[in-house]
């Protein structure tokens, strides 16, 4: 089996948006691929989030198996909980890969701080502000190289929207700079690079020309911004592409989706005023007083930073969030939890109940807890019906308990339910105002750092995939893939058994039949996988 592995990660992307920006020419090489290859729909992993996404591309199997939930979660003492790759309970494709003597090259894969010791070269993302540090490369020769690839994360959202963009679209670049140095320094079978910048701009600007409020000279200034991050990222995948091969294999992917939303809902006064599920100790607010991303803005207080022990950091974290704008999660700080049931505690619809036994001040038995997932699934089916019956948009799309998401499922610290909230609606975990569906407005201007302007599109499960090389069919639009199909696909390209326990699949039916004839699937169960699953099902009976 000849042929090596680029994957292309484009965080945010969905399939109608791609082949818009085909249509209106902004993809030309992409829009190519898409043509002569094989592309469709790639189906997220509720919690609609990045990092368990990206993971369950990478490992193949689901949140539940891999270990990786989010950025965080509420633990049992109601403190976040601070995910890195040290949580990783499954091996990735590159660590896999390792094992045959296969090379790889990963760049900026969402939480994969710290980096694995891989055949090959790894830049591991921690959600960091900023430019890498040695700590965050391996081996840390190649650090003088990917140095002044920055990963772009809210540190630039300080800056007026022509400030930021300006700064994404060189970060972009540089990125891709480091990234083909690295490719020409390495006999490499398989690279991944991911790129956060269109999850980003997405937020901010996809749909912003239909959206009302807001300045309209800047409106009309920043409408195009996503269709312009494409077409860079385009023109990088054209620069990736002179050093790839015929026999090589191209993979375009993203995490999830997006959509521009119409409305926000407040979940969490929906929960409070319909089934009085969560109370407050200090009213409807947030209690905002300083953004974390102010402690890492000077380069000083980076090096401390990194320069301090891992666990140091998580616990300064836990301390600075408590005085933090909350803009991802709400703020443990602000609920009785004497006298709460369950709480959305993230805006991708992460619901934590509130249980005995588990919890520090859970109040729902053990004994209650089936009724009380019941229950939440229940009243906002009724509420969907409701609305449909009154000719209104529902506001959900599905309510998931975790036990019925993941199989194998053990982690505490998991959230019990996840909300995936209907196309038309952003969940609002704030406690402000009084009206539990608000209408979308936008308030960007010319002076208001981006930080400061609001969201209008938020994540939807199905993201794209775009696969191109020889031993895939030109067949254009092909079926939907489930994010977990990420791993066997590579894996099998590169001629390497596929663990017996990856849950994702190879699509025969878009593979063409002359390739897989002489290359047929290789399976090889994991006796490392095997015996942790004893010891989980030992545990279990030791539990009861």
Request: net charge positive.
């Amino acid at each position: 089996m000849a042929g090596r592995v680029f994957v292309y990660g484009l965080d945010g992307v969905p399939l109608w948006f791609l082949k818009i920006a085909a249509k209106e020419g902004y993809i030309s090489t992409i829009s190519q691929l898409m043509e002569s290859g094989v592309y469709g729909v790639l189906n997220a992993i509720p919690p609609i989030e990045t990092p368990p996404n990206w993971y369950s591309a990478f490992t193949g199997v689901d949140p539940g198996t891999h270990g990786i939930i989010g950025f965080f979660t509420i633990d049992n003492q109601y403190k976040f909980r601070y995910y890195s790759a040290r949580d990783r309970k499954v091996d990735p494709v590159w660590v896999i890969l390792s094992r045959y003597g296969k090379k790889s090259i990963v760049v900026n894969v969402p939480l994969t701080y710290p980096p694995d010791k891989i055949n090959g070269f790894m830049v591991g993302d921690d959600e960091r502000y900023g430019a890498p540090m040695k700590e965050h490369v391996y081996p840390e020769y190649i650090y003088d190289i990917v140095k002044k690839a920055k990963n772009l994360v809210d540190i630039y959202m300080e800056n007026t929207p022509e400030k930021a963009l300006e700064k994404l679209y060189e970060n972009i670049v540089r990125r891709g700079e480091a990234v083909r140095k690295l490719m020409e320094r390495l006999d490499w079978d398989l690279v991944i690079v991911v790129y956060r910048e269109p999850d980003y701009v997405m937020h901010k600007f996809l749909g912003l020309e239909k959206i009302p409020g807001g300045d309209l000279e800047a409106k009309r200034k920043y409408s195009k911004v996503p269709h312009k991050v494409l077409s860079l990222l385009n023109d990088e995948l054209n620069k990736y592409m002179e050093l790839l091969d015929p026999n090589d294999h191209i993979i375009i992917m993203s995490d999830h989706g997006h959509m521009p939303r119409k409305y926000k809902f407040s979940i969490n006064l929906f929960l409070q005023n319909n089934a009085g599920m969560v109370r407050l100790k200090y009213g409807n607010h947030r209690g905002r007083i300083i953004k974390t991303g102010t402690f890492r803005k000077y380069n000083l207080i980076k090096k401390i930073w990194y320069r301090t022990p891992y666990g140091v950091r998580l616990k300064i974290k836990q301390i600075l969030l408590k005085i933090a704008e909350f803009d991802k999660g709400v703020n443990p700080e602000t609920i009785d939890w004497d006298k709460t049931i369950a709480v959305c505690y993230k805006k991708v619809g992460t619901v934590k109940i509130n249980l005995m036994g588990r919890d520090e001040k859970g109040i729902v038995p053990v004994e209650d807890y089936n009724e009380v997932v019941n229950r939440i699934k229940r009243i906002f089916m009724e509420e969907n019906k409701r609305r449909i019956r009154n000719g209104e948009s529902p506001l959900i799309r599905n309510v998931y308990s975790i036990r019925e998401l993941y199989k194998e499922y053990d982690d505490p610290w998991y959230p019990d339910l996840i909300i995936v909230p209907h196309n038309n609606i952003a969940i609002d975990i704030r406690f402000n105002g009084n009206n539990i569906l608000r209408r979308m407005e936008t308030n960007i201007s010319e002076n208001r750092s981006l930080t400061y302007v609001e969201n209008i599109s938020e994540h939807a499960p199905e993201g794209m995939y775009v696969f191109h090389g020889p031993a895939f069919k030109n067949m254009g639009l092909g079926p939907s893939l489930n994010m977990m199909d990420i791993a066997p696909y590579i894996l099998y390209l590169l001629n390497v058994p596929i663990p017996s326990y990856i849950r994702g699949k190879v699509n025969k039916e878009i593979i063409d039949s002359k390739w897989i004839a002489s290359n047929p699937l290789k399976v090889v169960s994991s006796r490392k996988y095997e015996v942790k699953l004893r010891i989980k099902a030992i545990r279990k009976k030791l539990n009861k």
